[in-house]
């Protein structure tokens, strides 16, 4: 079976751009959660989807969006990108939400901003 | 969301049992204690979780202290793949629950050959 699936696996883009990170889920999995992580730190929590809806979000400014589609497929949008943007960005998915469940994640994009 | 104390870093001998342990004084009676681990440029992978019991699978053994203020992923014979940042987490459940993971520092395992 594929695991989470996200591409592109690393990007570089100038300040002030806008990109579009991408995640396919684990076949099943309705829950999608995108994740941030600077290097030396661990990862800190962007969104989570279930069933298409927004279920939480974390401390990141409006400038971060996403959205899950029918297929359970998740886009993290990121506008105006800064240099701190510079990231790993994750991407996990779980059957449901809940605490009962752990989480897949995949391998990541690694995005620099220049 | 309660917290976790992990000691920075450990370090153990190839095929040696490794035990590495987690505080979490605040943890309330409904929050699931979960264990991810990362390896060197991946993603966080999943190794366990429970909630009163202690848990085994083909990865790990997680032992619950009878309190559960405390509890200690036991890795029963390490590989040099064992070697990664080791995260304990606390799963909480309630009207603020969005599923999230807030990851701490971890404890970076170093395996020795």
């Known amino acids: 079976d594929a695991g989470v699936t996200q591409s592109p696996t690393h990007l570089i883009k100038t300040r002030g751009q806008h990109v579009t990170l991408r995640c396919s889920p684990i076949?099943?999995?309705?829950?999608v959660s995108w994740y941030q992580q600077v290097l030396g730190q661990g990862p800190q929590f962007i969104f989570q989807?279930?069933?298409?809806?927004?279920?939480g979000r974390g401390n990141f400014p409006d400038r971060f969006s996403a959205r899950q589609f029918p297929n359970y497929s998740s886009e993290l949008n990121v506008n105006a990108l800064l240099l701190g943007d510079s990231a790993l960005y994750l991407c996990?998915?779980?059957?449901?939400?809940?605490?009962?469940?752990?989480?897949?994640f995949g391998s990541g994009t690694r995005l620099t901003v220049v | 969301d309660a917290k976790t104390t992990q000691p920075n870093s450990m370090e153990s001998n190839e095929e040696e049992p490794v035990h590495l342990p987690c505080n979490h004084s605040t943890i309330s009676g409904t929050d699931y204690i979960h264990w991810y681990r990362q390896l060197p440029s991946q993603g966080p992978e999943y190794v366990i979780h429970?909630?009163?019991s202690n848990v085994n699978n083909r990865m790990a053994s997680l032992a619950i202290a009878e309190d559960r203020k405390s509890s200690t992923l036991i890795l029963h014979r390490a590989t040099l793949r064992d070697a990664a940042v080791y995260y304990c987490i606390l799963r909480s459940d309630g009207s603020s629950n969005t599923g999230k993971l807030i990851f701490g520092q971890g404890t970076t395992l170093q395996v020795k050959p």
């Open positions: 989807y279930y069933e298409k809806e927004e279920r």
């Open positions: 996990a998915s779980s059957f449901m939400w809940d605490r009962f469940y752990g989480y897949t």
């Open positions: 076949s099943g999995h309705k829950s």
């Open positions: 429970g909630l009163t």
